[in-house]
């Protein structure tokens, strides 16, 4: 029965032979008295409402009750999907519900938070961003607000960028990096994935924190293309996520600079930090992180932060992680929040002041 049919179902209460509106029914020698409830018989049938309608509330399942989506806005492979995987099947364990992993990659990793931002706000869909989602909005227009369209979840783990140097180059330290590129001006460049890619702006960063540092973008496809022109002279610097710069550095084929995060990598401890080394203030790693769609009732949040924050201090969990390098974190969605909030601005200012447009 259909909720309109049954506000207007003639059979109850409008029915002119219901009980009460039969005329026959007071001539059968019965008094009004005789309908009228006793104080006991209210009672039990107040307590028997109550339960009556406390009823659907009480049958609602417990969070989680079907599968979890966690949406990854890039290709399968790489450590973007490593990462899904592993936090999914701990919540799989704990919960005994499957976490699906769905690949939407494209329109410059927008498609996947878009998607998540016009789910249901139920707690069944996540999307894991990293930091090109909050450098895309100050290139390009967005089909979602970062900040209103979400809620965060926690921020799974970061990983330090390293810079490095060909071995060629007189170069040991950011001050003498710094102090050659001076004196060799437009001669030294730099290279990075792609215009307007994470490296480019992070390298742009850098520029504008120490004066007169102004090596030339020279923009590849992709990373390892970089790489591999780094590591044959072709430039003379190029900055990347510290795991695919080890097996190089510890083999000698490049040198490194300095680590861009603001405290040093435990993988390559003998390495100062950009701050450290004369860059004051320059702090950036490569965030990767949960959220869910704007909107999500706290209990949810918390059951899933919190479970989330514990497989991230699993022994197996920090072991698989750590070896590929990345820096776990798990703080709480309000931090998480503020971190997304900063590092839209930040991002935003760096790509005003380069004048970095994506076509």
Same mark, same amino acid.
């Given at each position: 029965?259909?909720r309109?049919?049954?506000g207007?179902d003639?059979g109850?209460?409008?029915d002119p032979?219901f009980?009460?509106?039969d ?10 008295s005789a ?6 018989l209210?009672a ?10 406390s009823?659907?509330a009480a ?5 989680p009750?079907k ?22 099947a701990k ?8 976490v699906?992993?769905e690949?939407?990659?494209?329109a410059?990793?927008?498609l ?5 931002a ?14 090109t989602f909050?450098?895309t909005p100050?290139?390009q227009?967005?089909?979602y607000d970062?900040?209103r369209?979400?809620t965060?979840?926690t921020?799974?783990?970061?990983v330090p ?6 071995p060629s180059?007189p170069?040991?330290?950011l001050k003498?990096?710094?102090a050659l590129?001076?004196s ?5 460049t730099?290279?990075?994935?792609g215009?307007?890619s994470v490296?480019h702006l992070?390298m742009?960063?850098?520029?504008m924190?120490v ?6 973008h &020279?923009p590849? #496809?992709?990373?390892s +293309?970089?790489l591999?022109?780094?590591?044959? $002279?072709?430039?003379?610097? @190029?900055?990347t996520?510290l795991p695919?710069a080890?097996?190089y550095i ?10 861009t ?7 390559v401890p003998?390495?100062?930090t950009?701050d ?11 965030d990767?992180g949960l959220?869910?769609?704007?909107r999500?009732?706290a209990?949810?949040l918390n059951?899933l932060h919190?479970?989330?924050a514990?497989?991230l201090?699993m022994p197996? &969990?920090?072991e #698989?992680?750590s070896? +590929?390098?990345y820096?776990?974190?798990?703080v $709480?969605?309000?931090?998480? @929040?503020?971190k997304?909030?900063a ?9 005003r ?6 076509d």
């Open positions: 029965m259909t309109s049919s049954q207007s003639p109850v209460g409008s032979g009980l009460g509106s005329p026959g029914f007071r001539d059968s020698g019965f008094r009004d309908l009228r409830p006793s104080p006991p209210l039990l049938a107040a307590l028997a409402l109550a339960a009556l309608l009823a659907p049958a609602q399942p417990s969070y009750a599968p979890l989506r966690v949406i990854v806005p890039f290709p399968p492979g790489g450590g973007v999907d490593l990462l899904a995987r592993v936090v999914g919540l799989t364990e704990a919960w005994g519900q499957p699906l992993v690949h939407r990659p494209g410059s990793a927008t996947g938070p878009d998607l998540v016009k789910s249901p706000p139920d707690g069944y869909t996540l999307v894991l961003i990293t930091t909050t450098m100050g290139l227009k967005v089909p970062p900040v369209d979400f965060p979840v921020l799974l783990a970061v960028n390293i810079v490095m140097v060909h180059l170069a040991r330290s003498e990096l710094v590129a001076r060799r001006p437009g001669q030294l730099y290279g990075s994935s215009y307007a490296p992070a742009e960063m850098l520029r924190t004066p007169r540092f102004d090596p030339v &020279v590849y #496809k992709g990373n +293309q970089a591999t022109a780094l590591l044959s $002279g072709e430039i003379s610097i @190029a900055g996520a695919s080890m097996p510890f083999n000698g084929r490049l040198r490194p600079i300095a680590v995060s603001a405290h040093r990598s435990p993988a003998q390495v100062p950009l450290e080394s004369g860059a004051r203030g320059y702090e950036y790693a490569s990767f959220l869910l769609p704007a999500v009732p209990d949810v059951k919190n479970e989330i514990r497989a201090k197996d &969990v920090v #698989k992680l070896s +590929q390098g820096e776990i974190s798990g $709480g969605p309000d931090e998480y @929040a503020a997304i909030r590092s839209l601005a930040k991002w935003a200012e760096v790509i002041v380069a004048k970095i447009r994506q």
